[in-house]
């Protein structure tokens, strides 16, 4: 399974666009890349999935490079209620497991 | 689309006793779900994959007979912590696979916190 390294930890401000990187040099031809957002006590809340290029929904978008050995989570305008863990996993479509990395601890100043 | 629920959000139990949590997957089909567990500060750690009419793949370290995984529908995975002890306590968390767009996704329940006296 592909490892993922995150920074342990982050600081913005409100209405700031945030970037969080994570390097997955092992990444295989087959995996996606999982972006999952937790608060403490609750369990992680997807937030994003991507193959290749760039993916963007509501909340978040999801930049990936040609060579897929990383990827960047990018949250715009950063508010409070965004203060969490990110996690990013890197997983084949037909395989079961997903292993947590340490994730990203995302602290949102006013 | 993609809820999972978890029965209890919190226990509290005695020391010897068995606690059971209940995992569902209220509006999609789960082939496999899994459970982790998650200490305080500290990442999700997988335990166990939990695949419908079979047995639980456990993870190393993991004890089998202690952690009791029964998926019997594709809707439903519970877990039973047997015997627990203090150091036991923790936030237990099952996620459900489902898909989504190409990709196998996980989706994740609220957690059931287990506190062990």
């Known amino acids: 399974l592909a490892k993922t390294t995150q920074p342990i930890s982050m600081d913005s401000y409100e209405g700031q666009e945030v970037n969080i990187t994570c390097s997955h040099n092992?990444?295989?031809?087959?995996?996606?890349i999982t972006w999952y957002q937790q608060f403490p006590s609750q369990g992680p809340r997807f937030i994003i999935q991507?193959?290749?290029t760039k993916v963007t929904n509501e909340v978040a978008s999801l930049f990936i490079p040609a060579d897929r050995k990383s990827s960047t989570l990018s949250l715009p305008r950063v508010s409070l209620s965004d203060t969490a863990v990110y996690y990013c996993?890197?997983?084949?479509?037909?395989?079961?497991?997903?292993?947590f990395g340490t994730g990203t601890r995302l602290q949102v100043f006013p | 689309g993609a809820v999972v629920s978890q029965h209890p959000s919190w226990v509290i139990c005695k020391s010897g006793t068995s606690v059971k949590i209940e995992c569902r997957s209220l509006?999609?089909?789960?082939?496999?779900m899994f459970w982790y567990r998650q200490f305080p500060k500290q990442s999700l750690m997988l335990m166990a994959t939990?695949?419908?009419?079979?047995?639980?793949?456990?993870e190393q370290g993991v004890e089998k007979d202690k952690f009791l995984i029964n998926h019997a529908s594709l809707t439903l995975s519970t877990l039973t912590v047997t015997s627990a002890h203090p150091e036991d306590s923790s936030f237990y968390i099952c996620?459900?696979?489902?898909?989504?767009?190409?990709?196998?996704?996980?989706?994740f329940g609220p957690g059931t916190r287990l506190t062990v006296l």
């Open positions: 996620s459900a696979k489902g898909w989504r767009e190409r990709a196998d996704t996980q989706y």
């Open positions: 092992n990444i295989a031809t087959n995996d996606y």
């Open positions: 991507g193959y290749k």
């Open positions: 996993l890197v997983g084949f479509y037909n395989t079961d497991k997903l292993i």
């Open positions: 509006d999609f089909q789960a082939t496999t």
């Open positions: 939990s695949n419908e009419g079979s047995k639980a793949t456990y």
